[in-house]
Each structure stands twice: as C-alpha cells, then as structure tokens.
C-alpha cells in the first residue's frame, strides 16, 4: 500500500523532533498525540505546552489530519524558536549589562583615586606654605594637565604662591645693586709750600 503521509510530514514547516503516539479508543477509533520537542530551547516554559491530541475514525485522520495539526505545529514550534531567541538576547543583554557594570566601577574607582591624590598633593602644598616654603609649594602643586576640571582651582594656587616668592623688582634691584660713589681723601702736599728758617736765616 502506497501512502503519501511522510511527504507530508515533510512539507509541515517545524525545528525539532516531532513525536506521534497513536493508540487504540473506543468504537475502532485512533487516539493520536503529536508533541513538538526542541532540545536546543533551553526554557523550561516549553515543558508547559501540551501535546496536540485527537480521537478521530481511521477514515477521519486520513481525509483531514495534516490540516489539523499544520497550523498548531508550525505555532508551537515558531514560539519555542523565539523563545530560544529571546534567552540568548536576554543572555546577551546580561553579559552587556555586566560589562558596563564592571566599566562604570572601574571609572568610579579611577576617579576616586584621581581625587585622593589630587586632595593628598594640595594637602602637601597647604604644608608647605605654611613653612614658608613657597617655591617647592608651587612646584608640588597639581598639573592642570592631569585636572582639567580644576584648572581654575590650580591656576588660582600657583598664582598664589609665586607672587609670595617672587624676585623683587628689576628697578628695585638696580636700586641695591648701584654702589654709592667713593668720597674724595684730603690730600696732603709733601714739598712746603712756603720758606724753611733755614733759608730765612742765610738771607
């Protein structure tokens, strides 16, 4: 006997096994089962879906079968497609999620520390000054390079402490610097000026 029921299985539209139980009912009828089963969904809400399940005449199955099954299978098995779909994009967006988690963490970390040494290095500088020691106050003083977002901060320190250690004037030092003019000696003559008594008496 020449059937055509595996050709169309062949044409139903489905991922997976698909599983068919047939047993005996009542009154010479067939009781058939089709279960879908997709071992690459790992949801477990496909256990839930039940089977499709029929109590039909042999006569009747043969006439219209594939027509009742077409449509349910082909629905059961787009959804545990999806369904798969939807767990790898939900396993991907939990592996984005985290990235950006231990990026944000990281960021906040790096600019605690940034912050900490920058209140650590101004903290040497406050000690400094207050020792007087301007110059290698300045000098320890954050590069506005490395803070941008203090320059105004930065700028306002240095400032600060260079006009307390700064060269006094160009005139000021010239001022010091000129030597005062030597004052003039009296000059005493040696030979006389006028006569001896020696030269008055031999007159």
Same mark, same amino acid.
């Given at each position: 006997m020449n059937t055509n029921f595996f050709n169309q299985i062949q044409q139903l539209d /489905? *991922?997976?096994? =698909? &599983? =068919?139980?047939i047993s005996k009912g009542a009154e010479n009828n067939l009781i058939v089962s089709v279960l879908l089963h997709n071992e690459q969904c790992g949801d477990n809400a496909k256990n839930l879906i039940p089977p499709l399940t029929f109590? @039909? *005449?042999? &006569? %009747? /199955?043969?006439e219209g079968f594939f027509q009742q099954i077409t449509t349910p299978i082909q629905k059961v098995s787009g959804l545990m497609v999806d369904m798969e779909e939807f767990l790898k994009q939900l396993e991907e967006a939990k592996k984005q999620s985290a990235i950006e #988690?231990?990026? !944000? %963490?990281? @960021?906040?970390k790096e600019k605690e520390a940034k912050? #900490?040494?920058? #209140?650590d290095n101004m903290a040497k500088v406050d000690e400094l000054e207050k020792e007087g #020691? /301007?110059?290698? !106050?300045?000098?320890k003083v954050p590069d506005i390079a490395?803070?941008? %977002?203090? !320059?105004?901060e930065i700028?306002?320190?240095k400032t600060s402490l260079s006009d307390k250690f700064a060269s006094p004037s160009l005139f000021g030092t010239m001022e010091e610097a000129t030597p005062e003019p030597p004052q003039a000696e009296e000059v005493t003559a040696d030979c006389p000026t006028g006569t001896t008594d020696e030269e008055e008496n031999e007159y």
């Amino acid at each position: 006997m020449n059937t055509n029921f595996f050709n169309q299985i062949q044409q139903l539209d /489905f *991922t997976g096994v =698909l &599983q =068919l139980n047939i047993s005996k009912g009542a009154e010479n009828n067939l009781i058939v089962s089709v279960l879908l089963h997709n071992e690459q969904c790992g949801d477990n809400a496909k256990n839930l879906i039940p089977p499709l399940t029929f109590n @039909a *005449t042999p &006569q %009747e /199955f043969d006439e219209g079968f594939f027509q009742q099954i077409t449509t349910p299978i082909q629905k059961v098995s787009g959804l545990m497609v999806d369904m798969e779909e939807f767990l790898k994009q939900l396993e991907e967006a939990k592996k984005q999620s985290a990235i950006e #988690k231990d990026k !944000a %963490e990281k @960021a906040k970390k790096e600019k605690e520390a940034k912050d #900490k040494k920058y #209140k650590d290095n101004m903290a040497k500088v406050d000690e400094l000054e207050k020792e007087g #020691k /301007f110059r290698e !106050a300045w000098i320890k003083v954050p590069d506005i390079a490395d803070y941008s %977002e203090k !320059a105004d901060e930065i700028r306002k320190r240095k400032t600060s402490l260079s006009d307390k250690f700064a060269s006094p004037s160009l005139f000021g030092t010239m001022e010091e610097a000129t030597p005062e003019p030597p004052q003039a000696e009296e000059v005493t003559a040696d030979c006389p000026t006028g006569t001896t008594d020696e030269e008055e008496n031999e007159y």
